[in-house]
């Protein structure tokens, strides 16, 4: 007798009136110890399922509530991939030709004007958010910070966010 492969989404109810969202199911590359580790075992940049910060915690799988509750994790943006993120998002409103389309000029200003930004709070271009599914939020993880270094997120995934000392 064949193992069947476990199915690759299932419907839940999000939260919201009756209304019900498709999402990924939670398949063992989403597992932590699949995931590169830093400091004392803190994922960095872990591949979570598609909508894992869009499921109420009472419609998540027992096994990766089990796993994510009370893990810390980092994830990293880069200036480059935030820029890329603005062109995209304004091509989009080119193309659907809505009341969001900007010059090139504007656009272009607006670029600089954040990357300016972005590079005075994260010198080094790189932004550390650590995130935690602990209950924060009911239905995704909670934002535990954002720092400028590698070293910074790791003491906050140890030592917990600044809110709670």
């Known amino acids: 007798m064949s193992k069947q ?4 989404t299932r419907t839940i109810r999000s939260g919201f009136d009756d209304e019900t969202v498709e999402i990924d199911t939670y398949q063992e590359i989403h597992w932590p110890n699949h995931q590169h580790k830093v400091g004392a075992g803190y994922p960095l940049n872990p591949e979570l399922r598609r909508w894992f910060d869009q499921t109420p915690n009472e419609a998540r799988e027992s096994l990766e509530t089990k796993h994510w509750w009370g893990l810390p994790f980092i994830r990293t943006d880069t200036w480059e991939a935030m820029e890329k993120h603005r062109r995209e998002v304004q091509a989009s409103h080119r193309q659907e030709q809505n009341e969001f389309v900007k010059s090139d000029e504007q656009l272009e200003a607006d670029i600089a004007k ?20 602990d209950g924060g939020a009911w239905d995704r993880s909670t934002g535990w910070g954002m720092v400028g270094s590698l070293e910074e997120a790791i003491d906050i995934c140890k030592n917990g966010p600044s809110w709670r000392h």
């Open 5 to 8: 492969n476990p199915p690759l």
């Open 114 to 133: 954040d990357k300016a930004q972005w590079f005075a709070t994260w010198p080094t271009g790189t932004r550390y958010e650590v995130r935690c599914l």
